[in-house]
């Protein structure tokens, strides 16, 4: 990581809005964005990402703070030098259907294109490049409109991609995609960021996928601002709990990385199971029936109905001094209902 | 692939407008021999002097007139769609020709004489027209920026010229009866409103709308995206904007205070020419629009003149019977329409 660049830097930097009913959404925001890494913006809705991400693009004057692209304040940069810097995904409705694929990716070259935007040879080269590394190349003459959501997204980055710029922000990119297209989605803007060298940015609610694939994680939680970090260190030191405060109902789980309802159950079990997989899905179907999962040291001594889960065939309950062997887990729920009291 | 389908449709169009005017020059109110007309034309007398008078004073500046109105009317409706992100959008339907024809009225009405005698009877009714154009313009860009969805702004643009109509008609209820005559036929549209001796100006003033339109083509696209993204890419949105409906305000001014608010053909020739070339790209589509264009406005005012000696049909009569059907065409076929989605 030697080569590593700060692309964008903010310190101190207050978002918002300005006007009559303007308001500032953040205040006091301390960043910077790395080259060759991607980058996930984690927030509930309403945190401000959108907001934060406009302002990041320029498209939003920051209402206080310093904000650097590249060593210098992104306001000293003409409309036209900053076409070049910085590349955009937004939740926009767009009205380019009637273009075909290859058309919307063009209109990305328009800052290097002349006054009618006549492509060149290079030009042309570049479009054909951006098609390929989005994986959208076999559909270049199909309109924008006949596209799947997930090709039209791909297309949309190939469309930032032709703009060569060293920074790339997207507003959740992956938002309404299937669970293939996002992991696609995702894979392929952190393979551009780092073959690429760019330095690219996401906001998005699939915690489970950025944990895996973003290099960095910024944190943006209603009231305690901006938390950016590598992303483990910032999941070892429990701060991914922090996006949720106040969210009694939601908890972080440390292991499976990902976001799962609290346990409300006031009855207990003591679970054993001959392996980690038949264990962690034994405890997950416990856990949605109000149990408590204790081990068998924590349980010692508290007479609580035993479950050892030998295989998914095979359940042997203990419960009220009676023995059963459940077959399935529907098997097991109802033996566990009729003896339960 | 795509370059060519659009040059083949530009010769086809052209071919076709060279026919539609000669036709023109041929058929009229009165019968006139084509070996007559075509000897006028290459400068020779004709055998009654009242030939000579018809093809030169009136035949031939109509024609001309046709042509440009027709190219005018088309394009400031392309821009208009675009600009306001809306298919079904043009400068009858958002009260600009309302606001147009408001301003002749003023200045016939306080004038107190017949649309334009000479140079200073000329500018001071497009200044008249072009003042109200823009007074309309200002407000429906004003209310875009309260009316997010596109279906009320249509309306309200709609409303505003109900609004302006019925000031029209106020006037004209406190105007002598005369000046309420001709400004009634004015109403009516005509593509015989210029003379041959305000051909010039009037071809100028139109030229000027329209390179301005043709010089818009690359921002035009980017809008196409959404403004944001357009100034992602460098365009100075509210300078390019402020352009294209200064454009749309000198065609519509121009147009609407020589030959009457002329309906439909702004709406209708924007999707025709999209039906044809299957592209919302602008490069293509603004000549194509262009070319249909005068094609369709000197198609109707052939109509216009069938009944031979028993008349001319107002214009007005013609255009809706022409337009319209385009339009509910495309609304229905909408879903399966690329540019619509």
Redesign the interface.
Known sequence: MGSRVAVMEGRGLAVGYRGKQGKVVHRDLNFRLYSGELTCLLGANGAGKSTLLRTLSALQPPLGGELELLGRPVGSYSLKERSRLIGVVLTDKTQTGGLTVYELVALGRQPHTGFFGRLDAHDKDMIDYALQAAGISHKSDVYVAQLSDGERQKAMIARALVQECPLVLLDEPTAFLDVVSRIEIMALLRRLAVEENKAVLLSTHDVEQALVLSDRLWLLAGTCGLECGVTEDLILANRIDSLFKGQQNVRFDLMHGGFSPTVEGKKRICLEASDEVLRHWAQNALNRHGYFCLDSEQAAGLNLPFLDVQSSRQLLLVVGGAEFVCSSFENLFEVLAINSD | M?ADRSLIYGICLALCIAALMAANLLFGSVDIPAEAVWHILSGGEAEKAGWTYIVWESRFPQCVTALLCGAALSASGLMLQ?VF?NPLADSSILGISSGASLGVALVVMAGGGAVGLGLSGFFSVVLGALVGAAAVLLLILFLSFLIRDSVMLLIAGIMIGYVVSSVISLLSFFSASDNVHSFVVWGLGNFGGVSLDQLPAFSCCVAAGLLIAV?L??PL??L???T??A??????VRRVRNLLLLSTGILTAVTTAFCGPIAFIGLAVPHIA?LLL????H?SLMPVTLLCGGALALFCNLVCVLPGSLGVIPLNAVTPVVGAPVIIYVIINRRK?????
């Open positions: 795509k675009t992100n010089l083509i690359k696209n980017a196409l995206l959404g944001r993204y100034e992602n890419l460098g365009i100075n999209r299957g592209t919302s790209n490069n329409l690329q540019y619509f989605n």
